[in-house]
Structure formats: structure tokens, C-alpha cells
């Protein structure tokens, strides 16, 4: 009993916080509901006042703007390939997340990047369900699962991924929860139902990026060598390398004219120096970030945690710092094996807890649980810092300006952050090589280069916003200079720190 485990009460006292237990308990599946709804609606407001107050940024919500556009108006995940000298090609050749397409409807009759903003809000909100009712299944309890629900709502390195603009694989977190849910928990009566849901979210959350397969595969295994499914384990994992391989192998390939871009971030011919990354302090850090806000439950149960080590090693591996870094989208795909083993072994303990101190034990843990994720919140998290107070001079400004270049055909180039207001066309240039390339091995010269600097002089329009260039940043005031002393623009118009060129 939650209330008795805690305090000595009179017999009297106990019958009536016993019914309001009760009632409590009755409502929790409501609760869920509720928690959902408000965190669906909390962070899609806040992500849509991150794009109009100019945080939102090319890499990566305006790329997504533009494919999903591209795919709603006929041209199928077409964008302006920023590795193919501003060339219009398939998303394909950058990576494999088609899952992109499933907006192009909603885009058909409303083109606008909210839509992608509030969509995942939405998908990644419907985790916070999928949660409850896993745990609910494993734990035989509506107050332990309510508590694995609020603590997936609270997870900062969820809330990271939602706020850092748009990615496919961010909806991934969801869709393998739903496979796990079908494939494991068969919720439904009749099995063959379950297994056609879980075969649907497998083939989904392989949509969303071309390393899932990995990740799916070692579930497949699970399923076969833990659970027993034979047949279903096998067809996974069959599933599952067949298309990373022919993903990989050929159809990136295809697009790109050679290997996946993101192939360059590992050294493959020197396989002892990219397994040295490992070794490292990091690693630790890594590992302890990603099991700390479930309290290191998934350690007790950790078999359906080593369903996530393949893309642990795929981020700790890379050379992009930003693949091993929780403020941005690339956890996706191992944060549904944390809150599935955490939940498993919360179910361990439980079996080894004496009853009358289980209600106790949960609220404590869970009470420290959320207290501690509002911590890494606070401490972790780029967007609670963010300034949302709309500048409106300066909104109305950008909305005059994407009103007057609406046409799809007309070539526009902007700075990063403007860059999600234009980017419905069928050719955009980003006026900036992005920043985060110099992690990859490319030097300053390198992106100072004509064949990167002058990718901009296809553009009848360019549009720049001052936060974009500061003073002490070589790179972009280089770009920007070399704007200035071009003959062929003309400054036509500037308002609240942006201004507009024109060829």
C-alpha cells in the first residue's frame, strides 16, 4: 500500500487513503493521457517560437523544409545537395530517412517548417504512451508505469532531440517503441495482428536513417536467443541487414557518386585507431549520461540494453564530436533499449523487494528519479535558455520577404537561421558552408575555397542575418566579404539586423 508504507496510520485513516489510492490508481491511465497532450503541446509551441524568434537553422531544419517541399510539389526527396556544389539531388545521397515523405500530404495542403516541428512533438510525445503501456505489461502496475512515463516526458536527451530542429530519426524513438510493444508486449488478441504492426514499425524505423538496420538487427537477435521467437527473430535480422546493406552499399552510393558522406567520419582502413576512440573517458561519460536518468535500472536487466550497443559504438566511434554529444538528435535510436531495459529491471528488483516495502521504495526512487532529471534540465539543455520573446518588426520583415520570393523557381541564398523562412523552393543555396564540417577534417582554406564561397552567385536573393556573421568568426566573415565586394549585388533592403542583396 503506497500511503501505509510510509506512515503509521489509524485503521480508520487507512480505509479512506486507501479508496483515494484507489481512485488515484483509476485515473492514471488519464494522467497519461494528460501528460502526453501537454507535453506535445508545451514543446510544440516552444519549438515553433524557437523557428520564428531565427534559432531554428539550415542544417537541419531547412533541409528537411526543402525535401519535404520538393516531395509534396512532385520532385521525391530532391534538395540542393550542399556536397554537390549546390547541385539539386536526391536526400538519398546525404542519408537514407524517406521517412521524411510521411508529411508530404500535410505539406501538399499547408507548406510551412512547423508542420515538421509540431509533427515530431507529436510522434516523439506518443513515446511517453508507448512507455506507460510497456511498463504497465512488464510491471503488472499502474503506478510504477506512470512513473516510467513521466520519467521518458522528463529525459532531457529526448527533449534535446525534439528542440534541435527537424530529423527522421528523431520519430524513430517512437517507432521502435511500437515494435518493441508489438513484437514483445502483443498488446492485440490474435498474434498475427501484433506481428504485422511490428513488421510495419520495423520498416518505419528502418525509414529513418540508414544505420537503424543495425539496431534492429541485434533486436531481431534478442528475439530470437532471448524470447525464444524463432521465425520472427530471424526474418528481423534478415530484414534488418539486407536493407542496411543495400542501403549502404548501393543506394547511398548511387545518389552520392561514391561512398555515404557520413563514411568519412570513420578512419575504416585503420581499424585499431577508430576502436581507440573507445578507450577514452568519453566512452564513460557517454555511457553514464545515457543510463543516469533512469538510474542505472537498465544496468539490472542489461540484455535488451545491449539492443542500443551498436549505435552506442557507431556515435563513440565517429569523428563528429556531435554524434557523441546528447544535445542533438543521435541518442534517437538508443534511448528506446534505455527505457525498455530500466523498465526490465525494474521489474528484477521488484521481485526481490519485500511487498510491503515496494510502494516505498517506488515513490523514493521515482520522486529522486524526476527531481534529478529537472536538474539535467536546467543544466543540460540548450533551448531553456533561449530568448522566445518574438521581435515582430522583425518577423513581419522575414514573412514580407518569403511572401515576395514564394515562387519555387526563384533561386534564394540566406544565412543559416533565415535559412527555414525559404527554403520551399526548388533550389536553395545556404550562404555559409557550415561550421561543423571543420570537425570532419576539412581545413579553413579548404572552405575558403571559389567552389565553396561562390556556390552563392546562383541566387537572384540573398538575405543575412548579423547573428549569423560575428566579427571573430574568419570563416563567415570571409564569405561575407566576399558578398560586399561583389559587383553583380546590390544592398536592396534591411530591417532588424537583416540584410537583403540582390543580383
Not at 510495419?200 to 544505420?211: D, H, V, Y
Not at 530500466?342 to 516505498?360: E, F, H, S
Request: hydrophobic share 50%.
Amino acid at each position: 500500500m503506497l500511503f501505509t508504507a510510509l506512515f503509521p496510520i489509524s485503521m480508520k485513516r487507512f480505509h479512506v487513503l486507501h479508496s483515494l489510492q484507489t481512485k488515484i490508481h483509476a485515473y492514471l491511465p488519464a494522467f497519461v493521457v494528460g501528460v502526453t497532450l501537454l507535453y506535445i503541446t508545451f514543446f510544440s509551441t516552444l519549438a515553433i517560437l524557437r523557428l520564428i524568434t531565427v534559432h531554428s537553422h539550415y542544417y537541419d531544419l531547412g533541409i528537411m523544409d526543402q525535401t519535404v517541399f520538393n516531395t509534396a510539389t512532385g520532385h521525391f526527396l530532391e534538395l540542393t545537395n550542399p556536397h554537390q556544389g549546390g547541385n539539386t539531388s536526391s536526400r538519398l545521397a546525404i542519408h537514407f530517412d524517406p521517412l521524411l515523405a510521411i508529411f508530404a500530404p500535410i505539406y501538399a495542403l499547408y507548406s510551412n517548417p512547423a508542420v515538421l516541428l509540431v509533427g515530431q512533438a507529436v510522434i516523439v510525445g506518443l513515446g511517453i504512451f508507448l512507455i506507460y503501456h510497456i511498463a504497465l505489461s512488464v510491471l503488472k502496475s499502474r503506478a510504477p508505469a506512470f512513473g516510467f512515463a513521466l520519467l521518458f516526458a522528463s529525459n532531457y536527451i529526448v527533449q534535446n532531440a525534439i528542440m534541435f530542429d527537424f530529423h527522421a530519426v528523431t520519430l524513430v524513438m517512437t517507432t521502435l517503441l511500437a515494435m518493441y510493444l508489438f513484437f514483445v508486449i502483443q498488446p492485440l488478441k490474435r498474434t498475427w495482428i501484433n506481428t504485422a504492426f511490428g513488421y510495419l514499425f520495423l520498416i518505419l524505423s528502418l525509414m529513418g536513417k540508414e544505420n537503424v538496420g543495425l539496431t534492429t538487427a541485434f533486436f531481431g537477435l534478442y528475439l530470437l536467443c532471448i524470447l525464444k521467437r524463432k521465425v520472427v527473430g530471424l526474418t528481423v535480422v534478415g530484414i534488418s541487414l539486407l536493407t542496411m546493406i543495400a542501403v549502404n552499399a548501393f543506394i547511398i552510393p548511387h545518389f552520392s557518386y561514391g561512398l555515404s558522406p557520413s563514411v568519412s567520419y570513420y578512419d575504416i582502413k585503420h581499424p585499431a585507431s577508430l576502436l581507440a576512440r573507445l578507450w577514452d573517458i568519453h566512452t564513460f561519460e557517454y555511457v553514464l549520461g545515457l543510463i543516469m536518468p533512469v538510474g542505472f535500472l537498465s544496468l539490472v536487466s542489461p540484455l535488451s540494453l545491449l539492443v542500443g550497443v551498436p549505435e552506442i559504438l557507431v556515435n563513440l566511434t565517429s569523428s563528429n564530436a556531435n554524434m557523441s554529444s546528447f544535445a542533438f538528435q543521435y541518442t534517437s535510436v538508443i534511448i528506446p533499449f534505455v527505457f525498455i531495459s530500466a523498465i526490465n529491471g525494474y521489474g528484477v528488483l521488484l521481485r526481490k523487494i519485500p511487498i510491503m516495502n515496494k510502494a516505498k521504495i517506488g515513490l523514493t526512487l521515482f520522486s529522486f528519479l524526476l527531481a534529478g532529471n529537472c536538474l539535467l534540465i536546467a543544466t543540460n539543455t540548450s533551448w531553456i535558455k533561449i530568448n522566445y520573446s518574438v521581435n515582430q518588426a522583425q518577423l513581419e520583415f522575414l514573412n514580407k520577404w518569403r511572401a515576395y520570393t514564394k515562387d519555387p523557381s526563384l533561386i534564394v541564398s540566406t544565412s543559416g537561421s533565415l535559412a527555414p523562412f525559404f527554403t520551399e523552393r526548388r533550389t536553395f543555396i545556404d550562404f555559409f558552408y557550415d561550421p561543423s564540417y571543420q570537425n570532419t577534417g576539412r581545413t579553413t582554406d579548404e572552405l575558403m575555397s571559389n567552389a565553396e564561397v561562390d556556390q552563392y552567385e546562383k541566387a537572384k536573393y540573398i538575405l543575412l542575418f548579423e547573428d549569423d556573421t560575428p566579427i571573430d568568426n574568419e570563416l563567415s566573415q570571409y564569405y561575407y566579404n566576399k558578398l560586399k565586394t561583389n559587383a553583380d549585388y546590390k544592398l536592396i533592403d534591411q530591417a532588424e539586423g537583416i540584410v537583403v542583396y540582390a543580383r
